[in-house]
């Protein structure tokens, strides 16, 4: 018989038919009852098996182990599930030694802990939700483009361009480490290598993203991001993805609309298909606040931060308003900042956190900054001090979105390339976008693993990627 999704028969509560169900046991009670997950969703089917079953057999179900069911969906006599499998046929699929197991512990294992072993960590409630839902934004994110008719472009992940300047890169090479050919001068000769020309992985597809806006209008890009920074936060991993839209006429208020609004849909999106999910992590999450000083507790359950968040404004302010509001917060008076507040300074996350946690709390739009701590390609403001750029910040995480109006300007660009110390002539194809019917145009980067955090209300960034890349960790 064709298998059929525990998700499926939990859904339905219809009784009396035959299925097939495949999964791996949780849990095995009284040689009568066992738990399957199937990862469809996070609650388990229970099995009822005979008591007369064969020992032998018996002896073969532990957690862990896969197996395979034939049965009738019946009404469930017992607490916690509308319907169960009484089994008329069962077979082990494959055998799971419940001594090294290491799920099979006593005590609910530590994130910590499971980050070590991730190819099992998926089987745990935890992780189950927290990929679920991971998926489900990423859905919802092409769903979103596709109904606005964004075209979804892929950018080149080994990249021949290094002006981004948003980050350390990681080289790509195949030169041979222990003696690469080298020019007279004693440098390494990369017109020998691979390509003909030093090459890294990504920083970020944006400048290959405003190309393709020239000529669809509007588009945007969904792929792995590295960046070799020695950041070890909870934020910051070196392989992360990040979603940038780019869109021909837009200024920097569409820019934050549309940001606005893809935020909120994708959240939404979580929120109608992923409840189950979301009911166990906001679980989890009161379990986890009750560990912390009270005056660390946050006030919001998981789901009404979520409903927040879909229904209420993001704030909008400028940069200069953002340094004003800090200068005059009574963190700042009683010394409670680590780190310098002052007009010209970049906001460090305490201050981010500030903003959107005490001040705030909700989500802040941060723009107008001055321009020597952004980037070159950021539109110049008449002020001729700070560009369009847009910055949101989200409670509990600090900037997500990153983002800006561009400078269509070509005399303008220029002239920032020149200041920043951006090589030009390797930039002429970017610069050829403004020589050749520019427009006004804007776009930004989401972090996706900064808004799965945000929607799981998990609290380390290694935990809401399914393999995690951080300094002095590339595991499996
Ligand atoms: O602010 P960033 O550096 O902006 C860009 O890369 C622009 N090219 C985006 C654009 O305008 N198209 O990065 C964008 C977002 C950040 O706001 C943050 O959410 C995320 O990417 N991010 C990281 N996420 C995880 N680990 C890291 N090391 C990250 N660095 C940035
Ligand atoms: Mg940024």
Not at 11 to 23: C, H, I, M, P, Q
Not at 92 to 118: D, F, T, V
Not at 121 to 146: C, K, Y
């Amino acid at each position: 018989m064709a298998r059929t999704k525990i998700k499926e028969i939990l859904l339905s509560e219809r009784t009396d038919y035959s299925v097939t169900v495949k999964g791996w046991v949780r849990t095995f009670r009284n040689n009568q009852f066992i738990a399957l997950n199937d990862g469809s969703c996070i609650d388990n089917l229970q099995i009822v098996i005979d008591l007369n079953t064969d020992e032998h057999l018996i002896k073969k179900i532990t957690s862990g182990a896969s197996i395979s069911i034939d049965g009738i969906v019946v009404a469930s006599q017992g607490k916690g599930q509308k319907v169960e499998i009484k089994a008329t046929q069962l077979e082990i699929l494959g055998l799971c030694n419940g001594e090294e197991y290491p799920l099979q512990l006593k005590n609910r294992p530590s994130l910590e802990y499971l980050r070590e072993i991730a190819h099992l960590r998926f089987r745990t409630n935890t992780f189950g939700a927290v990929f679920r839902l991971r998926h489900s934004l990423a859905f919802a994110i092409h769903e979103f483009f596709n109904k606005r008719g964004f075209v979804y472009i892929h950018t080149p992940i080994i990249t021949g361009s290094d002006a981004e300047g948003a980050g350390e890169m990681f080289r790509v090479t195949n030169l041979p480490f222990d003696n690469p050919p080298r020019n007279e001068d004693g440098s390494v000769n990369f017109a020998e290598d691979f390509f003909g020309k030093s090459t890294n992985l990504t920083v970020s597809g944006q400048l290959e993203a405003e190309l393709a806006a020239m000529a669809f209008s509007e588009v945007y890009t969904f792929g792995p991001t590295f960046r070799a920074e020695n950041s070890n936060t909870t934020r910051h991993l070196a392989e992360f993805w990040m979603i940038e839209p780019e869109v021909a006429f837009n200024n920097l208020k569409d820019n934050m609309d549309l940001a606005e609004d893809f935020i909120k849909y994708i959240i939404q999106y979580a929120l109608d298909n992923n409840r189950s999910d979301l009911e166990f992590l906001a679980q989890r999450l009161i379990e986890e606040e009750k560990q912390k000083p009270q005056n660390e507790r946050t006030e919001m359950g998981l789901i009404e931060k979520l409903e927040f968040v879909v229904t209420n404004q993001f704030e909008r302010i400028t940069y200069t308003e953002a340094i004003e509001i800090l200068l005059q917060s009574p963190a700042y008076k009683k010394k409670k900042f680590d780190y310098e507040v002052k007009w010209g300074v970049d906001m460090q996350s305490e201050h981010e956190r500030y903003l959107v946690e005490k001040h705030f709390k909700k989500p802040v739009i941060v723009t107008d900054y001055p321009k020597d701590i952004k980037s070159f390609y950021m539109r110049l403001n008449e002020d001729g001090k700070t560009v369009a750029a847009m910055d949101i910040l989200a409670p509990g995480i600090g900037e997500i979105v990153g983002g800006s109006q561009r400078e269509e300007r070509l005399e303008n660009l220029q002239q920032r390339m020149q200041e920043m110390h951006i090589p030009a002539e390797e930039m002429q194809w970017y610069l050829d976008t403004r020589r050749f019917g520019t427009v006004p145009h804007a776009g930004f980067g989401l972090g996706f693993e900064r808004i799965v955090l945000f929607v799981t209300g998990m609290t380390n960034i290694r935990d809401v990627i399914p393999f995690p890349r951080t300094p002095k960790n590339a595991e499996f």
